[in-house]
C-alpha cells in the first residue's frame, strides 16, 4: 500500500474533525472543567520528515509562499530537551476575553496535572540534587509540548536556578542560572 501526501493529510484532517467534533460536544454538555486526561496526537512534520514517501514539500521553494523568512523571528524556539510526558505544544491566546484565557488556562492546568505521573515535592527533591539550595517555586508548564515542571532554586549565595524536571519520570533536563 503506497501512503501520499493526500491521504497523510486526510488521514489528519478526520482525526482533527473527530477530536475537535468531541472537544465541541464536551464544552457543549459540560458547565465544570473536566479532570479527565486530555487525548493528544502527535503529528508528523510533512515539511521535513524523509520517512514520508512522497514530494518533498522542503525541497520545494514555491511551497513556502506567503511565508516570510523574518516572521520566523517571532516563533519561539524549541527547548533543547525532550520530556517523557508529551502533549500538543501550547496556544498563546489572546487576553481580550480575561475570562475565556483564565478559562483555557486552568484547563490546560488540570490536563498537565493529569499527563504528570512526579509530584511537585519529587521534582523539588530531584531540582535539589541537581542545585543544592532551598525551593522558591515550582510550575508546572507546557514548554513546546514537553511537560515539565520548573522549579526555581536559590542556592547559598543567592543566585537563582531555574531547573527543568520531568514531569514522567524526575529526571533533570536543564539547568539555567537566572
Do not use: C, W
Amino acid at each position: 500500500m503506497k501512503v501520499t501526501k493526500r491521504s497523510v493529510y486526510a488521514g489528519l484532517a478526520g482525526v482533527g474533525i473527530l477530536l475537535g467534533a468531541g472537544g465541541v460536544a464536551a464544552a457543549a454538555t459540560s458547565s465544570e472543567t473536566s479532570s479527565a486526561p486530555v487525548a493528544t496526537v502527535q503529528h508528523a512534520d510533512l515539511t521535513t520528515d524523509p520517512s514520508l514517501p512522497g514530494d518533498d514539500i522542503a525541497d520545494n521553494p514555491e511551497s513556502d509562499e506567503g511565508h516570510n523568512s523574518d516572521d520566523r523571528e517571532d516563533v519561539e524556539t524549541s527547548p533543547a530537551y525532550t520530556s517523557s510526558v508529551q502533549t500538543e505544544p501550547e496556544v498563546e491566546s489572546d487576553d481580550s476575553n480575561d475570562d475565556a484565557a483564565e478559562a483555557a488556562e486552568a484547563a490546560e492546568d488540570v490536563a498537565l496535572t493529569a499527563l504528570a505521573t512526579v509530584t511537585p515535592e519529587e521534582a523539588s527533591a530531584a531540582a535539589l540534587e541537581a542545585e543544592p539550595g532551598t525551593v522558591d517555586d515550582v510550575e508546572l508548564s507546557n514548554e513546546s509540548g514537553n511537560v515539565v515542571y520548573e522549579v526555581e532554586v536559590v542556592d547559598a549565595k543567592g543566585a537563582e536556578f531555574d531547573v527543568i524536571i520531568d514531569a514522567g519520570d524526575a529526571s533533570v533536563l536543564a539547568t539555567q542560572a537566572d
